[in-house]
């Protein structure tokens, strides 16, 4: 800083302050730092003790993530010859021949579908709306307004109740429409508060010259207000995808074969005596590592979107 | 911004006819589009929330079962008598209440202290920031299922690093296994997951204090301790309400997080009321006596927020 100023706090405060935060930080990445490290180790490395920080890294994990094993005996793993894939010489160590994939594919593929299904709907619909309610006198506005809000205080496992018998006289229930349409309405609030916001910002002017222009209504909307409100949509349908993306409450109750996302089924990866810690880690960190990518691109919208918009810098 | 080159018939027409009969002929009218564009999400809202909920009142006042074809009764309000009633159901109540209070209390302290170090606008603070913040848009099962890992004794990193500054063998406790320590494992997760949301709050709030305040206390010589209590504290105090509000109902909602990590156990110590809620639910299926549960818990949230978002405005006029 050139200027002096007399509230700014002095280089050594700056140095404090800096040290504490940074020490916080790499506390609190640790974690995260752990599970990806983990994914990378073998069974064994991943239990010693003390916890290893260096190690040989192998695609163990990977391969058991993607894979389903079988045990074999040692006269049938010398008739098969010499492993012809790096993973499956991986698996051969321990005695073992790939029997075919493992669901995780499917789920990972179910969490894009229901994610990416929902978030167009939620934004789409939320667009809409958030436009009539930032531009148009709508009868009982705020009661509106506060309403579609109130959707979201309620506990998920106490709509999923109702939604549970709901979706089984519609013949819903483990569907993907099923999903992307529940998804799409928890989202909704978060939509279009997010989006009123973005629209909001966005000057009248520009549509009233459209209009004596000679555009419609409509014309002005699609042709003024939507490319303007670009970046809103946009980080609105970051949030959208990221909270579908996490969604496990409705998911674990209402899904169990053909629509489940990856949440539910994660933390069921077993091994040999009980939980495989690196596959686990492994597909974590293929589940998680998007989203940390999405958080840094959006970093500069993330307060408004945490709070609905109540909070923007 | 073109003129419309060429009068089409329509138009003439418009310019003959009374404003609002004009509008109608080049398009739809505001109205109109305000209707089409708000009606959609409104359905959807009503089928997907308030008719389940609608659905939940009328089934508390039953003792209907999802898993069996028996004959439906109403018995009035015998399920909420009951819940009321339970002592397992306060139990449950008071671990929310401990866990509530307890995440809430560390995180805004933690949360807090970050966000006045960060304002210190010390170099490179923008990517530290970012660097904190990523715990909390992670999901939390698949996050709270790992730490699991960290959590076992002897192998576990936190045990490790436990004993590694305490002494104490790694092997000799365990966070999510013991009854006196569970309830401390979920507070610990749920504020490494969501000090950062304090956090930015605060810091937006800090940020909003402008220079000139402070400024003003200089030149009265105020003291730095005096400046934070009277200028700063006040000032951020409206953002801190209001991040405690979401935490809150967030956290009584919360489910995922503490499901994967101990699963309500051991026992039902860190059994929180949405645990407990799934458990009739969906496991005991007793469907009436759990929409009355849910019913109650609604009101709960609600009123509390209400309440709340009150005491909110107040601070906000002062």
């Known amino acids: 800083m050139s200027d002096y100023s007399i509230t700014a706090a002095s280089p050594a405060q700056k140095w404090l302050a800096g040290t504490l935060v940074v020490l916080y930080a790499v506390i609190t990445i640790m974690p995260l730092l752990w599970i990806i490290a983990t994914g990378f180790k073998t069974p064994a490395d991943a239990i010693s003790y003390p916890p290893k920080i260096v190690f040989d890294p192998t695609l163990e994990g990977y391969v058991n993530l993607f894979t389903t094993r079988t045990r074999v005996t040692p006269e049938t793993l010398e008739a098969l010859g010499e492993p012809t894939t790096w993973y499956d010489r991986i698996v051969r160590q321990y005695d073992m021949v790939i029997a075919g994939p493992s669901r995780f594919g499917e789920r990972f593929l179910n969490s894009v579908i229901i994610g990416f299904g929902s978030t167009f709907l939620s934004v789409f619909l939320g667009t809409l709306a958030a436009y009539a309610f930032s531009r148009f006198k709508v009868p009982l506005k705020d009661d509106l307004l506060f309403f579609i809000l109130s959707t979201r205080m309620m506990p998920p496992i106490a709509v999923a109740i109702p939604i549970f018998l709901m979706f089984r006289q519609l013949g819903l229930s483990d569907t993907h429409a099923g999903m992307i349409l529940l998804y799409t309405a928890v989202n909704l609030s978060l939509s279009v508060w997010l989006l009123k916001g973005f629209i909001d910002e966005i000057p009248r002017e520009y549509e009233e010259a459209a209009l004596i222009d000679g555009y419609t209504r409509f014309q002005a909307f699609t042709k003024v207000v939507l490319p303007q409100a670009a970046t809103g949509i946009a980080s609105t349908a970051i949030f959208c995808l990221i909270f579908a993306w996490n969604e496990y409450a409705f998911a674990v109750l209402l899904t169990s074969g053909t629509a489940q996302t990856a949440p539910p089924f994660i933390p069921t990866i077993i091994g040999v005596g009980g939980q495989d810690w690196p596959a686990v880690a492994a597909g974590a960190t293929i589940f998680l590592v998007p989203v940390m990518v999405f958080t840094i691109l959006l970093r500069k919208h993330l307060l408004r979107g945490i709070t609905f918009g109540a909070v923007r810098k | ?318």
């Open chain 2, 1 to 318: 911004m073109t003129e419309p080159s060429a009068e089409s018939p329509a138009d003439k027409l418009a310019r003959a006819t009374p404003p609002r009969v004009a509008r109608r002929i080049r398009g739809l009218s505001d109205r109109a589009i305000a209707w089409i564009f708000v009606a959609p999400s409104i359905f959807l809202l009503l089928a997907v929330n308030i008719f389940p909920l609608i659905w939940t009142i009328n089934l508390s006042f039953t003792n209907f079962r999802a898993n069996r074809n028996r004959e439906v009764e109403y018995i009035g309000l015998r399920n909420y008598e009951r819940i009321l009633t339970d002592s397992d159901i306060w139990l449950t109540m008071q671990a929310t209440a401990h866990f509530l209070f307890w995440t809430i209390f560390f995180q805004v302290l933690i949360g807090f202290t970050l966000a006045w170090l960060i304002n210190r606008k010390f170099r490179g603070n923008d990517l530290w920031t970012t660097i904190i913040v990523l715990p909390m848009m992670l999901s939390p099962a698949v996050v709270g299922n790992f730490w699991t890992f960290l959590y076992q004794p002897q192998i576990g990193l936190f045990n490790y690093v436990v004993s590694f500054f305490t002494g104490v063998d790694p092997s000799s406790f365990s966070m999510i296994g013991q009854v006196n320590l569970a309830p401390w494992s979920i507070v610990i997760v749920d504020t490494w997951m969501w000090t950062p949301f304090i956090m930015l709050i605060c810091l937006a709030g800090l940020r909003s204090i402008p220079d000139y305040i402070y400024e003003a206390a200089e030149v009265d010589r105020a003291s730095k301790w005096r400046q934070f209590w009277t200028i700063t504290i006040p000032m951020a105090l409206p953002f801190l309400m209001l991040a405690v509000l979401f935490r809150g109902i967030e956290n009584f909602k919360m489910f995922d997080l503490v499901v994967q990590l101990t699963g309500g156990g051991p026992g039902s110590v860190t059994e929180l009321t949405s645990i407990n809620l799934k458990r009739e639910a969906f496991e005991k299926w007793r469907t009436g006596y759990a929409s009355a549960y849910a019913v109650i818990l609604f009101v709960t949230v609600f009123g509390l927020a209400s309440i709340y978002v009150k005491a909110l405005n107040k601070v906000k006029e002062r």
